[in-house]
Every structure is written in C-alpha cells, then in structure tokens.
C-alpha cells in the first residue's frame, strides 16, 4: 500500500482495537422472519412498524439500515458489478449519489487536510465539504494553472474534487491534466462522475477511462439514477476506503438502506445491453448539437447535456416559457445552482428522443433564439 494512504488502515486498526469494527452481513427479508446466511431469524431488527403491505412483492422493503437488517442481498451482486466497472476493489451503494458524495467526502478528509474543489462542482459536493473539518478552497473551473496554484499550499493531504461531465455545463474536466498534478503534489482524487458514468469511456466506465487515466483516480463517486434510469448511488474504491466507510460513513451507516428491490433494478440496467445505447446516444447528441449550431447557436459542449446560455435570468425563464408554450420543456437554470448572470437553458439528450422530435425542436429552438435575439 502506498504510504499516503497509510492513515485509512491506521483509523481501520483504532476502530478494530476498540471492538467497534463493523462487517456486512447480506440477507433476504420475508415476513417476520430475516434469512442470514442461510438460516431463517425472526426479524427483531425492523423498522417496519405497521407490517402495511404484505401483498406486494417485488420483495418485501428490509425497513432497516445496512448495518442492521437492511443489507438485502441484492447489493452483493451490484457492488461486485460496479467495482469492476470501476476498475476498483470494492464499492459501496448508498441511497443516493447526493448521500455517497456526503458519505465519500466526509469520510476521507480531516481537520488539518485541504479539500481543493472546482467551482461548478455539483451542491452535494458543497454540502460535503461544508460538512467536512478540512480547509477547503474554490478553483477556478477547469483551470489548472489555479489549481497548481492552489495545490501548492501545505496540508497534512490534499483531496482534489471534481466532476467528471459538469451537470450544468456539459463539459469535461480536464482529467489527464488533473491526475498529473495530483500524482505531482501527491493529492487524492475524487471523481464524481453522476454523468459521465456509464455514458462515456470504454464500455461506459465513464469520464477518467474516456481520457485514459482511471487508474489515477482515487475514489469515485456516481449516481444510478441518470443513466441507468434506476435509483441510488455509490461510491467506488480500495478495499480499505470502502471498509472505513461502512465503519464511519454517517450518511450510510445512519438512514435505511436503499430497498433491495431497487438494487435488483439497477443491477438488471446495468447488465442490459448498454453499448447499443451508448452508440445512439452519441447520434442524437451529434445531431442535436450540430443543428443548434447550424441554426447559429454557440455550442461548445461535447457531451449529452447541452447548455444555452443566455445570461440573464429573466430572460431565461421567458425563454423557458416561450419553449413550454410550443411544447417543449427544458428547464431555466439560475442561481444558485449556476453563477448570477449566467443562468440557462439546459438541454439533456437522451435515446427517448426520435430524430423527428430532435428536428421539430431545433425548429422550435431556431424561433425561440430569434425572438428572443441570440441568433
Ligand atoms: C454531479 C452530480 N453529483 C451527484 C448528484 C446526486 O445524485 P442523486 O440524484 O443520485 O442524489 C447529482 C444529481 O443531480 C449530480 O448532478
């Protein structure tokens, strides 16, 4: 093991030392009973008060944290899956991407360590460094001279935070430039890679395998509900990071486990034949991208998520409701989501749209720019 990251075994031996160390145990709920490693229990460990609904089955929600009877045995498979998707030793699924970057991020850094972290990165990387005892500081999005800059400051470590694909903007970061200077200043990396993953890289491994450096990533964090189209979120890992936070992760030790039955979905998503989509994908993007511009919109992202930018928010919500009124809807996005005085229309292409929808919307797009006096 590399010596930087000796302190994650360290906080794993105090935690064993002190007879506080937790393990997973997988199981299946049914009724009153809990089957753990092939032996039916009576289930005292519930939080099922009322018992409601003992028709329905997909299978009975377990109603209980991971740490205690909530840890169905769908998971097993799905981490398995997605650390090698990952290319990592393990992975941890939470309920939500919002509550892996909390979980990831609060888990890692420490009172004298820094957090640097893009500017556009997404809220719940915010609230997890709001949440988190490091010192943290803002570069400049995507810019690198600022971000060496900034990684020059002493800390007992330093975590590099980003996304991968920008929910807002559409763009990448610059990944194979972000791993050199981390490598070079001996910093950490966490990827949140929410819509990069699964979309892009070499069967959809996402972000860091699109510029070749996923081995240079230290964790990653992703969401299964963009798209897989599932629900829930995860974070991938060593083996020694995923252990530490089963042991201290507040926002996975410390709320009800996601139901297995959505495990299962995103499991049978993710094993579906993803490739054929990917390909779409990528042609309808190409097309919609390349008919704003051709109307004469200015168009630099390269990915699925496609950003207007009109700048004033008033603006902006007419925009939006002059779409919404030809039968379009893509939201206004405004402060503070993104910066005051850059608020926008976000367009995210998905296989839903035929090339006929993309066309009539280009022609709905072309009026729009026009009344309003972009094009
Ligand atoms: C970059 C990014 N990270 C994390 C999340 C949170 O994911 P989830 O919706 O699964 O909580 C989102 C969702 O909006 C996101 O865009």
């Known amino acids: 093991m ?9 906080r794993l031996r105090q935690i064993k030392k002190a007879n506080l160390y937790r393990t997973l145990v997988y199981n299946k709920v049914s009724g009153p009973y809990i089957t753990i490693q092939g032996k039916r229990l009576v289930n005292l460990s519930s939080n099922d008060y009322l018992g409601l609904d003992t028709t329905y089955k997909p299978s009975q929600i377990q109603s209980s ?3 205690i009877a909530g840890n169905d045995m769908s998971f097993k498979k ?6 090698h998707h990952k290319s990592k030793n393990s992975a941890l699924v939470f309920p939500t991407g919002y509550m892996a970057n909390l979980g990831a991020i609060s888990i890692l850094t420490q009172k004298n360590d820094l957090i640097l972290s893009d500017e556009f990165n997404h809220a719940s990387i915010i609230d997890a460094c709001r949440l988190s005892h490091a010192k943290k500081t803002i570069y400049k999005h995507n810019d690198m001279l600022h971000l060496e800059k900034k990684l020059r400051k002493k800390a007992q470590r330093k975590f590099v935070i980003t996304e991968g694909i920008f929910s807002m903007n559409g763009d990448f970061a610059k990944l194979d430039e972000i791993t050199k200077l981390c490598q070079e200043n001996n910093a950490f990396l966490l990827l949140d890679d929410a819509h990069g993953d699964f979309v892009v890289g070499k069967d959809g491994k996402g972000s860091a395998d699109h ?9 990653y964090t992703s969401s299964l509900s963009k798209a897989l189209g599932a629900f829930g979120g995860y974070i991938a890992a060593s083996k020694e990071i995923i252990d530490l936070a089963v042991n201290t992760s507040r926002p996975f030790i410390y709320t009800s486990a996601l139901p297995g039955f959505l495990a299962d979905f995103a499991l049978k998503r993710f094993l579906s034949n993803r490739e054929k989509n990917r390909h779409e994908l990528e042609k309808k993007t190409r097309q919609f991208r390349k008919g704003l511009q051709s109307i004469g919109y200015k168009i630099e992202s390269p990915s699925q998520i496609i950003p207007i930018i009109i700048g004033d928010e008033k603006n902006t919500l007419e925009f939006g409701k002059y779409l919404r009124n030809n039968g379009i809807f893509a939201q206004p996005i405004r402060y503070p989501t993104v910066n005051l005085g850059s608020a926008r229309i976000r367009i995210s292409v998905t296989n ?11 022609g709905i797009f072309e009026k729009a720019g026009k009344k309003f006096g972009i094009l």
């Not at 510029?211 to 964790?219: E, G, L, W």
């Not at 839903?352 to 280009?362: A, G, K, N, R, V």
């Open 211 to 219: 510029f070749r450096v996923a081995k240079n990533v230290d964790i």
């Open 2 to 10: 590399k010596p930087r990251t000796r302190f994650i075994n360290e």
């Open 352 to 362: 839903w749209l035929s090339e006929d929808i993309i066309s009539e919307s280009l």
């Open 65 to 67: 944290s991971r740490l």
């Open 78 to 83: 799905l981490e398995s899956n997605l650390a």
